[in-house]
């Protein structure tokens, strides 16, 4: 069986790569503000179906989770006292933020291969983000499967992919144009989904 970390992972999988991490979680603020203005649930989600976990798969930093914990689950906006597990999943632990949010947990899993079954049939709410830019083409069908394996009946999954060649770069910065065309580049040279 080959090791997660021999798989191709072309923008992270780098072990104490503090710049990539940084990246990471820029990204995440360039695509909640320049894409889905603010937003971090789909507004069809009705967050208060979300008690019993969100899981947040390929999840990097855990920038996401810290967000939505902050966001809709800590102090005045903890809804009755009810918040879900948050759980993160990532191949690359040494991603993880060592001061997440309360009540976010991060574990290193690589999610093309199956999950454990204490997760299964857990979470109302996954989310998938950036991963066709991860992944190559033939690990997308396992990804769905354990996706959806994880969700509870009625649970929601929220996948957002963007195409790097159609965004206005944010904040408009030769940089981040650069990144741009090298993510392109890197994903071409690899066969990965365009």
């Known amino acids: 069986m080959t090791s ?8 992270s999988y780098r072990r104490d790569n503090i ?18 203005d603010g937003q ?9 179906e979300l008690k019993g976990a969100i899981a947040d798969l390929g999840c990097g930093t ?3 989770l810290d967000d939505v914990a902050n966001t809709f689950f800590t102090g005045e906006h903890t809804m009755k006292g009810e918040s879900p597990m948050l759980i993160g999943f990532d191949m690359n632990a040494h991603a993880f933020n060592p001061n997440s949010a309360t009540g976010v947990q991060l574990v290193e899993h690589d999610c093309t ?8 049939g857990k979470f109302d709410l996954v989310n998938i983000r ?8 033939e690990s997308f069908s396992r990804l769905v499967e354990n ?9 929601y999954l929220q996948w957002l992919e963007t195409e790097a060649q159609l965004w206005k770069a944010y ?17 071409q040279e690899r066969d990965l989904i365009p």
Do not use: C, M
């Open 147 to 155: 996706a959806v394996q994880l969700l509870r009946p009625g649970g």
């Open 130 to 137: 950036g991963l066709a830019f991860a992944l190559p083409r």
């Open 171 to 187: 904040p408009d910065k030769a940089e981040i144009s650069e990144i741009l065309n090298a993510i392109n580049v890197e994903r």
């Open 40 to 48: 971090l649930i789909h507004p069809s989600v009705p967050i208060t």
């Open 113 to 120: 291969e199956t999950f454990d079954t204490r997760y299964i």
């Open 4 to 11: 997660s970390y021999e798989r191709p992972y072309v923008l």
């Open 62 to 64: 855990g920038v996401w």
């Open 19 to 36: 710049e990539e991490d940084r990246r990471l979680d820029l990204q995440h603020e360039a695509i909640k503000h320049a894409i889905l």
